[in-house]
C-alpha cells in the first residue's frame, strides 16, 4: 500500500510519539526506577546523554546489549524501543491501524513498594551468600559475581518468586463501515498476544504461535491472566478490516494485583428489566446486598454503585464494543454516568421494592423511542467509589447487556413507581396523556388504594389480634399478615398492569374495547373479532370504574393479579372476614387472576418485573388449594 505523503508523514509521527512515550516511561516511572526505591540511591546522572546513540534493539537478537554503559539494562528495565513499558494498574492509551501490532513490556519486578522490603532482605543475602543460582537460558546477560549493585538487582529480580500477572484491555474507537448501510457486520475484534519467555519479545501474529498465548478480545474487552517470574511481553494486534475506515484505539493495563478492566458475561444478566412505557422504561439491579444488618443496608442504600448504559438495539455502533467501558462511554446513545451524554434522560436512585426489602439500584430512562428495542448495560466505574490510575480494577467493570423496548405510541400506558402507600407497584398502568403527569397519575392511584384499605382496616379492628396465641384465629398466620396480604392484593387490583392493546399474549385480558384512544383512533372489526369468544363485559370496562370515569386510557390489556395473591389472603386473615377467591373455571375467575407459568411475565405480583428464566422464583406456598366454604366477600 502507497502511502500518501501525509500518511507517512502521520506514521513517522506516531512512531517517534511511541518511542517518546517509550523512553518516558523507561526514565521516569516512578514504580520503575529500581534506584529509586532502593535505599543508597545509585549515582546515576542522566545528563548528557546522547540519545541518538540509542539504537533500536532488534526484538529476536538476545545477544543485544545496551550500546553504553550509563544506560545499563538494569536501568532502563530491559525494554527495547518502540515497546511501551507498562507500570502496574495503570491504563496506558494507543490506537492501531488495522494490520499493525503494538508492542508492551511489563516487568513483574515494577513492584509496590511494600514489597520492596521483601527484595531488600534478599538483597542482603545476596550479598552474604556464595551460592547464585543460575538464569541460564535468559540471553547469557547474568551479571558476574562483585558487579555494580544494580546488575545484582537485576539478576536477583529475575529469581524472584513467581507472581500472577493480569493482563486486560478495553477498546475505545474501532474503524467505521465505509458504506453507512453496512451495518450486517463490525469490524473484527483486536487480538492480545502474550509471551513470558525472553526468546519470544514481540508477541504477534506472526511469531511462534507454541511460544505465545493468543486471546481473541471478546466484544472490546479482554482479560487474561499467567504466572510469571519474569518480563511479559504484549502484542496487541489490529486485523485488516476491509470494508472499514479508520483506526483502533485502546486502552492496556497490566497488574500483579487484579485486572484492571473486567467483565461479566454470565448468561443471567444483573439488570432487570421491570417495565417500560412508550418513552420510558424502568430498570432495576439485583439484590445489592443479602444481608439485613441495618448498617450494611444503610452503608448500601447512602451510595450508588452502578451506572448505566442505554443503546437502541437497530443502530449497530456499539456492536463490537458492548463490554468495553470506554467504548460504551463514547458510543452509547445514552449513559447514566457522572458525565455521560443526555443524564437529563436517566435518573437513578436506590429502593428496597421487591421480595425480600433489599437494597436495590434504579434506572428510570425516559425520552426514548416508542416501539423500539434498546440494550440497556449495567457497569461499575472503577471500584465503584473510586476509578482511574493507580487503583485495583480502576478501569470498571461491565456486566452482560439486557433487552427491553418500549411500548406502542398509542400512549395509555404509564409507568409509575415511588408510590407512598403501594411502595411495591413499578409498573405501567393505564393512562392517557390528557389525564395528567407520572406524578399524577401515580397519585391518583395511590390515593385510591389507600382509601380502599382504612375501610379494611376498620374491619380488622374487630378481631382480637392481640388475643394470647391459643385464643387467636389461627396459629399460623397472625393480624400483620393478614393486613400485609390485604394490602399486597388490594395495590394490584386497584393499580393494574397495563400491556399494549396489540401484545397478542394469550394471557393478556383485553380492557376498555369500546373507549377511543387517547389519539381518537377506535378499534376496527378485526381487533374486536379477535376477543369476541367470550363474555363482552369485562372486555368493555376496566376492572375499577374509576379508571374509566376519571382517566379513559382507551383499549388495553391488562396483566392478571397472580391468583396466590388471592390465596394468601384466605390462608392469613380470620375466617369471621368471611374472604374467598373464585377457582380456575368458576365465574369471575378469567377475568380477575392469572396462573403463574414458567418465566414469562403471564401474571402480576408485588416486585414482578421481566425476570430471566434463572432468576424466576416459583412461590409453593399456593399449592394446596383453597376450599372455601363461607362466601363472604368475594375478590375478583
Ligand atoms: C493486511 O493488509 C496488509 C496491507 O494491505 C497486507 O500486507 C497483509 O498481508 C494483510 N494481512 C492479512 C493477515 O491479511
Ligand atoms: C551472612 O553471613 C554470615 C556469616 O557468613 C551469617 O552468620 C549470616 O547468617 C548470613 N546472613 C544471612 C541473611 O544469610
Ligand atoms: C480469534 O479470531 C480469529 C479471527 O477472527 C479466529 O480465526 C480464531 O479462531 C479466534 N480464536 C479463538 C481462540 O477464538
Ligand atoms: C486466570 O485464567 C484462568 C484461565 O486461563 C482462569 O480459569 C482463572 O480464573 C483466571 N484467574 C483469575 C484470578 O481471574
Ligand atoms: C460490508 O462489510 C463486509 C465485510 O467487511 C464487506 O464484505 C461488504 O462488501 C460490505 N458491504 C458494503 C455495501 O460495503
Ligand atoms: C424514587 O425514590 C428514590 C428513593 O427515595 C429516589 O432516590 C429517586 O430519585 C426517586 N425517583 C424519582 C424519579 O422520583
Ligand atoms: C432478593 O432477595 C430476596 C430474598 O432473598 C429474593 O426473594 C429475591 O428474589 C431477590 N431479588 C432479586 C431481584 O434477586
Ligand atoms: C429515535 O429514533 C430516531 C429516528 O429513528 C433516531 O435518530 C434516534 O437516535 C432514536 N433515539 C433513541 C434514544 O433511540
Ligand atoms: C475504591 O478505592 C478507593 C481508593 O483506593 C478506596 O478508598 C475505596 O475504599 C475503594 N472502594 C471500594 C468499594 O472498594
Ligand atoms: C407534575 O405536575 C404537577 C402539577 O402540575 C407538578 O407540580 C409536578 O412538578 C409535575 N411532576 C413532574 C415529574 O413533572
Ligand atoms: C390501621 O388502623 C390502626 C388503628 O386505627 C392504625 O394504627 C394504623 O396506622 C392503620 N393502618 C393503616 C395502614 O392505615
Ligand atoms: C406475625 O408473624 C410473623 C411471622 O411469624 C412475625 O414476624 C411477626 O412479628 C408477627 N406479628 C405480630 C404482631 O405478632
Known amino acids: 500500500m502507497q502511502l500518501s505523503p501525509l500518511q507517512s508523514r502521520l506514521a513517522a509521527s506516531f512512531l517517534a510519539s511511541c518511542l517518546l512515550i517509550a523512553l518516558y516511561f523507561t526514565l521516569f516511572s516512578p514504580h520503575f526506577a529500581i534506584a529509586q526505591d532502593v535505599p543508597g540511591n545509585s549515582p546515576i546522572v542522566l545528563d548528557d546523554v546522547d540519545f541518538s546513540t540509542l539504537e533500536p534493539r532488534s526484538p529476536l537478537d538476545p545477544t543485544y546489549e545496551p550500546e553504553f554503559s550509563v544506560f545499563d539494562r538494569g536501568i532502563l528495565g530491559r525494554a527495547p524501543a518502540g515497546v511501551a513499558a507498562l507500570t502496574n494498574n495503570e491504563a496506558m492509551p494507543m490506537n492501531a491501524v488495522p494490520g499493525s501490532t503494538q508492542r508492551f513490556m511489563f516487568t513483574v519486578d515494577t513492584i509496590p513498594a511494600r514489597a520492596m522490603s521483601d527484595v531488600s532482605l534478599e538483597l542482603r543475602e545476596e550479598h552474604n551468600g556464595s551460592e547464585r543460582k543460575s538464569t541460564a537460558g535468559e540471553g547469557g546477560e547474568e551479571s558476574e559475581e562483585g558487579l555494580a549493585p544494580e ?54 501474529p506472526v511469531a511462534d504461535a507454541d511460544s505465545q498465548f493468543q486471546v481473541n478480545f471478546t466484544e472490546g474487552a479482554v482479560m487474561f491472566n499467567l504466572t510469571v517470574s519474569g518480563d511479559v511481553y504484549i502484542g496487541i494486534h489490529a486485523p485488516n478490516a476491509t470494508g472499514y475506515t479508520g483506526q483502533y484505539n485502546f486502552r492496556v493495563a497490566a497488574s500483579t494485583d487484579g485486572y484492571f478492566y473486567t467483565y461479566n458475561e454470565r448468561d443471567n444478566a444483573d439488570l432487570i428489566w421491570v417495565d417500560s412505557d412508550a418513552q420510558g422504561a424502568l430498570l432495576i439491579t439485583h439484590n445489592l446486598t443479602e444481608s439485613t444488618d441495618p448498617a450494611v443496608e444503610q452503608k448500601i442504600m447512602s451510595t450508588q454503585p ?36 443526555f443524564t437529563s434522560m436517566v435518573s437513578t436512585g436506590m429502593t428496597k421494592r421487591g421480595q425480600g426489602n433489599l437494597p436495590k439500584q434504579q434506572f428510570f430512562f425516559s425520552g426514548l423511542n416508542s416501539s423500539a428495542s434498546y440494550l440497556g448495560i449495567l457497569a461499575r466505574d472503577g471500584n465503584s467509589s473510586a476509578s482511574g490510575n493507580g487503583l485495583v480494577g480502576g478501569g470498571g467493570h461491565v456486566f452482560k447487556a439486557t433487552s427491553f423496548s418500549t411500548k406502542s ?14 411502595d411495591q407497584v413499578a409498573y405501567s398502568v393505564p393512562s392517557n396523556p390528557n389525564f395528567g403527569n407520572s406524578t399524577q397519575l401515580a397519585q391518583f392511584y395511590d390515593d385510591y388504594a389507600k382509601d380502599m384499605y382504612e375501610n379494611f382496616n376498620k374491619s380488622l379492628q374487630q378481631v382480637a389480634c392481640d388475643a394470647p396465641s391459643n385464643q387467636r384465629y389461627s396459629l399460623a398466620r397472625n393480624c400483620s399478615q393478614c393486613a400485609q396480604a390485604y394490602k399486597d392484593w388490594l395495590c394490584l387490583v386497584t393499580i393494574p398492569r397495563c400491556e399494549d392493546f396489540d401484545n397478542p399474549a394469550p394471557f393478556l385480558h383485553p380492557r376498555a374495547m369500546n373507549q377511543p384512544f387517547p389519539n381518537g383512533e377506535t378499534l376496527d372489526d378485526a381487533a374486536w373479532a379477535s376477543v369476541k369468544q367470550s363474555g363482552i363485559a369485562s372486555y368493555n370496562t376496566s376492572r375499577n370504574p374509576r379508571i374509566d370515569e376519571f382517566i379513559v386510557p382507551g383499549p388495553y390489556k391488562e396483566v392478571l393479579p397472580c391468583e396466590d395473591l388471592c390465596y394468601n389472603i384466605v390462608q392469613s386473615c380470620p375466617a369471621s372476614l368471611q374472604f ?9 375467575f378469567s377475568s380477575s387472576y392469572a396462573r403463574r407459568q414458567g418465566d414469562e411475565l403471564s401474571c402480576n405480583y408485588p416486585g414482578s418485573a421481566h425476570f430471566t428464566s434463572s432468576a424466576v422464583r416459583l412461590a409453593a406456598a399456593w399449592a394446596v388449594p383453597v376450599v372455601v366454604t363461607v362466601l363472604g366477600l368475594f375478590l375478583v
Open 151 to 204: 546488575a545484582d538487582l537485576d539478576g536477583l529480580l529475575k529469581r524472584q518468586v513467581a507472581r500472577t500477572v493480569y493482563i486486560s484491555a478495553n477498546t475505545c474507537e474501532q474503524p467505521r463501515p465505509l458504506a453507512a448501510s453496512n451495518t450486517t457486520t463490525e469490524p473484527p475484534q483486536l487480538t492480545l498476544y502474550v509471551s513470558n519467555t525472553d526468546l519470544n519479545q514481540s508477541p504477534g
Open 306 to 341: 452502578y451506572v448505566m448504559f442505554a443503546h437502541n438495539s437497530g443502530d449497530k455502533s456499539i456492536n463490537g464494543l458492548k463490554l468495553s467501558y470506554c467504548g460504551l462511554q463514547n458510543h452509547a446513545q445514552i449513559a447514566a454516568t457522572k458525565n455521560g451524554q
Open 409 to 422: 405510541d398509542h400512549g395509555n400506558c404509564g409507568i409509575v413507581f415511588n408510590l407512598t402507600f403501594c
Open 580 to 588: 374467598s377467591c373464585p377457582l380456575p373455571g368458576q365465574v369471575g
